[in-house]
């Protein structure tokens, strides 16, 4: 079953959860954070250079790693919380994909780590290639941000 059909078939519930909870409101609060981090590193800076310390590169591939490692850590007591509160259901196992079910039998921390690494190849790498190859090789602090 796709992700986009398993979503689709969750209860109002899981949907809401997912949807309010996990995307609209982790994005808001992500972006603050990320644009103050952001801010703290390049605050002596006019211009962000793609290479160096600090970087556009560093940035990107820091925060690929950190952002879903981070909200692993996060995360993960808070939905075993609302479980045992009964705040909310469950996920069905038929919602389950392979790749779940084997992130769910790893420790939090080594789940943080294999989502972490898992979000730099296919988000990080290719935006610090295409800056490299395309794109422009420096920013302005407020472009940065």
Not at 1 to 20: C, D, K, P, Q, Y
Not at 75 to 91: S, Y
Not at 115 to 133: K, S
Request: charged residues 15%; proline residues 6%; hydrophobic residues 55%.
């Amino acid at each position: 079953m796709s992700n986009a059909r398993r979503i689709a078939t969750l209860s109002s519930e899981h949907r809401r959860f997912l949807i309010v909870d996990q995307v609209i409101g982790a994005g808001i609060i992500n972006f603050i954070l990320n644009a103050g981090i952001a801010w703290a590193i390049a605050r002596a800076l006019a211009r962000v250079p793609l290479w160096g310390n600090p970087s556009i590169a560093n940035d990107t591939v820091a925060t690929a790693f950190l952002l879903p490692f981070i909200t692993r850590l996060i995360v993960t007591p808070l939905i075993r919380k609302k479980l045992v509160a009964g705040g909310i259901l469950p996920l069905p196992e038929a919602h389950k994909s392979s790749v779940i079910r084997l992130l769910l039998a790893r420790s939090t921390l080594v789940r943080g780590v294999l989502v972490g690494l898992g979000c730099v190849a296919p988000v990080a790498l290719p935006t610090v290639l295409w800056f490299a190859l395309a794109g422009p090789s420096e920013l302005s602090h407020d472009s940065f941000i």
